[in-house]
């Protein structure tokens, strides 16, 4: 087939030259948004009058039909038109003939492809948004059932504090709020319209390039064409979101691959979510969150992919940039895989709330709270530190734990104890004694998730 581009070429490209130029295995995935393009600067070239009326709208009835009969599978793709837009234009002229050849009029290809990859970043962010959502509610709804199941925090992965499971999850819900915002913002500056921008240096015709960005739902207009076409940074900004997102996914997998382990006995994932080994009929491997933790990487090597590709071109386009795509489609596949099935793995997981309340019982994760009764007996905290450190070692050398000291044991490192530590030192009032905005009591996390649920309904 002859090259819409062709007409200062004296022969056709090579066979391996047109495969290796192509974009169209990926990039056919855009035609939805191509089309719709398409036919508001169709439907604008009329209202300008830059082609006639009637052109306009025969151009745009048979977009439609051409959308029609690709989501009915009707046709097939031509590599030889190297990518979306030019299947498109070539159907539309096998169709409507020299009516056909008006639409291209005031844009190029490099306008037009930032136009596609923007509208369609712009739908997949709403869709994730909604996964994002739905796993913010779901682990909501596991800290509303485990408001009193203590558990011991960690540092270093060392016990460190009692906690409960619920405000441990709800962490999480902060940071997957802080993810959503992101989304939000990246779409804030990907709703901008850079068609008319043409190859690079806008065109001499009366566009009303507001009109099209009305009739697309774009906030506004690119303001200086050269980077119209030349801008990928929202793709960037997408794909370090996502990487985020991928981040927390991957340490809340890490944490749920060692408490469903032997070693640590918190939680059983369920049957639909884990899978056995080949040779050891025992196992029982929390293969779904390793999978979630091993993508992260891949994710991440989508961005780094593509701020490398940008690192280096000059202004405006360059065919470097075609390289955005498969990588900006790869990581939102991965993402919308990766969220549904770990969003169902923790909904449906078994936790084990008594040996996550029998673990706060070793490695002194009340001694804070001995070091704090000390301070409000009136001893400094660093003496109060060091009392309640020699109280651990201790405790160490003899095999035991403070809860289990007698009181002539405590009077032996400072008089200043009394039987009123016991009650300051169960790990349940090391919870509920932590009363303060962000802390794990009870009162505080009742309040927390009920202010979760008011953010949710605000949610798509």
């Known amino acids: 087939m002859s090259k819409l581009w062709g007409g200062r070429f004296t022969k056709q490209t090579d066979s391996f030259t047109d495969h290796f130029h192509s974009s169209i295995s990926f990039d056919q995935r855009m035609y939805k948004q191509d ?16 082609i006639p009326n009637a052109d306009a709208l025969l151009i745009q009835k048979t977009l439609k039909e051409i959308l029609a009969d690709i989501e009915n599978g009707t046709i097939t793709f031509d590599e030889k038109a190297e990518d979306i837009h030019m299947n498109i234009e070539t159907i539309l ?43 913010e509610t779901v682990l909501n709804n596991i800290a509303k059932k485990n408001i009193d199941t203590i558990m011991p925090g960690y540092t270093h ?30 779409y804030k500056r990907t709703n901008i319209l850079p068609l008319g921008s043409g190859a690079l240096a806008a065109t001499t015709y009366p566009l009303d390039r507001n009109m099209v960005a009305r009739e697309l739902g774009f906030d506004g207009i690119t303001l200086n064409s050269l980077d119209g ?36 006995k918190f939680v059983e994932l369920d049957d639909a979510y884990s899978t056995g080994s080949s040779i050891m009929p025992q196992k029982k491997n929390p293969d779904m969150a390793e999978l979630i933790r091993g ?18 071109l000059p202004l405006a386009y360059n065919k470097d940039m075609q390289e955005d ?24 997981m078994t936790v084990r709330k008594k040996n996550m ?36 070692l201790y405790c160490i050398n003899n095999n035991t734990n403070l809860d289990d000291l007698s009181i002539e044991e405590y ?50």
């Open 35 to 50: 089309i719709e393009g398409s036919i508001a600067h169709a439907g604008m070239l009329g209202a300008q009058h830059i």
């Open 157 to 186: 992965l060392q016990r460190a504090q009692p906690i409960t499971l619920a405000h441990h999850v709800l962490a999480y819900v902060e940071m997957f709020k802080r993810d959503y915002d992101r989304l939000n913002d990246t």
């Open 357 to 392: 309340y029998e673990a706060t019982k070793g490695g002194f994760t009340n001694a804070t709270d001995a070091a704090d009764w000390l301070v409000k007996q009136g001893v400094a905290f660093r003496d109060a530190h060091s009392i309640i450190g020699q109280l651990v």
């Open 295 to 312: 993508k992260t990487g891949r994710v991440y090597g989508y961005l780094m992919g593509l701020l490398t590709t940008m690192k280096g």
């Open 93 to 135: 002229i096998d169709r409507i003939g020299e009516v056909g050849k008006r639409l291209h009029t005031g844009r190029s290809r490099n306008d037009q492809v930032a136009l596609d990859i923007r509208m369609y970043v712009k739908e997949e962010i709403t869709d994730i948004k909604q996964l994002l959502a739905n796993l």
């Open 229 to 264: 076409v030349s801008d990928r940074d929202f793709c960037i900004e997408l794909l370090s979101s996502l990487s985020i997102i991928m981040m927390h996914l991957s340490r809340f997998c890490e944490e749920i691959i060692l408490w469903s382990s032997h070693e640590f």
């Open 411 to 460: 009077k032996s490192i400072s008089p200043v104890f009394n039987e009123t530590v016991y009650d300051a030192i169960t790990v349940e009032k090391c919870v509920d004694a932590r009363n303060v905005p962000g802390g794990p009591s009870k009162e505080y996390i009742t309040k927390l998730i009920a202010l979760n649920d008011e953010y949710l309904k605000t949610l798509i």
């Open 325 to 348: 795509k498969e990588g900006v489609f790869a990581a939102i596949d991965t993402l919308k895989m990766c969220l549904p099935v770990f969003t169902a793995m923790v909904d449906t």
